[in-house]
């Protein structure tokens, strides 16, 4: 029990911790400045998001490689978790800058899919500890290539951060052969940048090996029809110019913007290439003081989605950090939650206004039609009889989960309270097997799902 409370400790402080990063890097950004004669303030928001993001990635590198640098050395189940943990979040956080990062040519699938996998095999040796097996031969030995590859990615990522000092480097100019970043990111596909193939039961395991965006339809939008498209989703606005900043090609193409605003504020937007979908934006905006309520907060973040053509969403999950409302929305038809259809938002409880927006599993995920159709073979009764009185049942209700390699499984979410501590338990519902179960930490800034 006193290292189920360590690691809850410390997952907590972890993430206030990254929280504190993300904060640093965006204000090193800033305080960098993009000072470029002859720059329009479109252009130079856009750097200062892209340096941002940078800076975050290196951030989430370094300590990934500190943490597998260590677990050469500690030997108790306690610490190794710690530091499972650490990675785990640290390679989310860098997958999540790599998206944003995402522009002109370069192809990031690869590094996104080595931060995947980094976060799911951190995940797969925490499960382990907590069911007390020991790490084999081969687990070390994919510890110690992991490691290597993070040290190697963070090497070249911090030597680059030399190079826009010295040099001047500017992500909005720089694409092409003679890239600093993109010898970086080519460097995990072209086997520069060594890692282990990975095998193992994680929840999501590889899931975007070779994604197809199953809900984007209709015909391919111009970069004007694209353009006039964004300045819709930021109908909240007063936008008074939208500048062209790449097109990014992955999995699906899509045309990034920079924006201004009558009031000064900045911020970037992407829209999809086919069907003109509005994939992601960010604005910054001061947060004073709280004028809406969390509820109001999770009112908004469900009409924004529906009035920008994505039906059927409801809040799964929310947290409020000072005055800003951070909220996951699934899909949800008949009563049963998609959770790989999901989309995430941020809202300011100051103007009650979206400030961003983030649709990729949606549009990657979203294939639903009344053809679509589940077996089930126990009942909601039979799911609730598997437990005992200590786990004391709030609500049962059936959702769609993820369950590795692109494919999903119909289960009963199963939630309730045992020991005062809240949990969410996933049984399969054709076979009754436990599927996946979610812990509930209470942190500062609201509840984290483990």
């Known amino acids: 029990m006193g290292n189920t409370n360590t690691s809850r400790k410390k997952f907590v402080i972890v993430s206030v ?8 890097a965006t204000a090193l950004a800033v305080m960098l400045g993009i000072y470029v004669a002859k720059e329009d303030d479109a252009r130079v928001a856009a750097e200062n998001s892209y340096r941002a993001a940078y800076f975050k990635l290196l951030d989430s590198m370094l300590d990934i490689e500190t943490d597998l640098s260590k677990m050469k050395v500690v030997s108790t189940g306690a610490m190794q978790s710690e530091l499972m943990l650490d990675t785990a979040i640290n390679a989310e956080l860098a997958g999540q800058s790599l998206n944003a990062l995402a522009q002109g040519d370069y192809q990031l699938e690869p590094t996104i899919k080595f931060c995947n996998q980094l976060q799911d095999f951190a995940k797969y040796i925490v499960k382990k500890i907590d069911l007390d097996q020991p790490l084999t031969d081969a687990d070390r030995e994919s510890l110690d290539e992991l490691h290597d590859a993070a040290l190697e990615l963070g090497r070249r990522l911090n030597a680059m951060s030399d190079n826009m000092r010295e040099d001047g480097y500017y992500f909005v100019e720089a694409v092409g052969e003679d890239d600093p970043f993109l010898d970086i990111v080519s460097g995990v596909e ?3 940048i060594r890692y282990p193939s990975l095998i193992y039961d994680g929840p999501f395991s590889d899931g975007l090996d070779d994604p197809e965006p199953h809900a984007l339809d209709g ?3 111009t970069e004007a029809q694209a353009a006039a498209k964004a ?5 909240e606005y007063e936008v008074i110019d939208v500048a062209f900043s790449a097109e990014v090609n992955g999995w699906f193409d899509s045309y990034m913007f920079a924006f201004t605003t009558k009031d000064g504020k900045s911020g970037s937007v992407q829209i999809s290439k086919q069907g003109g979908r509005l994939v992601m934006f960010d604005v910054y905006e001061e947060m004073v003081m709280p004028t809406f309520s969390k509820d109001e907060g999770l009112a908004v973040a469900e009409r924004y989605c529906r009035d920008h053509g994505y039906d059927g969403m409801n809040a799964v999950w929310s947290t409020v950090s000072d005055s800003e409302l951070f909220v996951n929305l699934c899909y949800e038809r008949d009563g049963v939650v998609f959770y ?10 100051q103007t009650g206004k979206v400030i961003g927006f983030e649709a990729l599993q949606y549009i990657y ?5 009344d053809e679509v159709d589940y077996t089930v073979e126990i009942t909601e ?16 209700r059936l959702a769609v989960i993820p369950t590795g390699g692109g494919k999903e499984r119909l289960c009963y979410e199963v939630y309730g309270v045992c020991d005062g501590d809240k949990y969410f338990v996933y049984v399969d519902a054709e076979t009754g097997q436990e599927q996946e179960v979610m812990q509930v930490i209470d942190g500062d800034d609201g509840e984290l799902l483990m």
């Open 340 to 349: 790989p259809d999901m989309i995430k938002l941020k809202v300011s409880l």
């Open 381 to 396: 009764e039979e799911a609730r009889a598997a437990y005992n009185s200590d786990f004391e049942i709030k609500n049962v």
């Open 17 to 24: 911790i990254c929280a504190l990063l993300a904060i640093a």
């Open 219 to 221: 015909d391919e939008v």
């Open 231 to 235: 300045k819709e989703y930021l109908n």
């Open 365 to 369: 995920n979203h294939e639903r039609d």
């Open 190 to 192: 072209d086997s520069a």
